[in-house]
């Protein structure tokens, strides 16, 4: 019973990290296609760098899902998907 909750938990953390590793990943994409493409308007650069940040703000508030759904917004006006 004892090494069952342990494995119980190991997962529950290793789930947890990988969502966490995750979204800095997102945000270097981010970062990356920001600094190559220069095809974006003013007004959706600004949309793009206004997602970023709250990407980040929700990855530190420790809400990964909703910050990796915020980069994706991010990332489809990049052209990214
Ligand atoms: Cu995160």
Do not use: W
Request: with cysteine; net charge positive; proline share 1%.
């Amino acid at each position: 019973m004892k090494i069952r909750s342990a494995l119980f938990a190991a997962t529950l953390l290793f789930a947890g990290s990988a969502f966490a590793f995750h979204c800095p990943a997102e945000m270097k994409k981010i970062d990356d296609a920001l600094a190559k493409n220069r095809k974006l308007t003013a007004a959706q650069m600004d949309e793009v760098k206004k997602y970023r940040a709250d990407g980040e703000k929700l990855h530190k508030e420790g809400k990964h899902q909703e910050s990796l759904d915020t980069l994706a917004k991010a990332e489809k006006i990049l052209g990214m998907q």
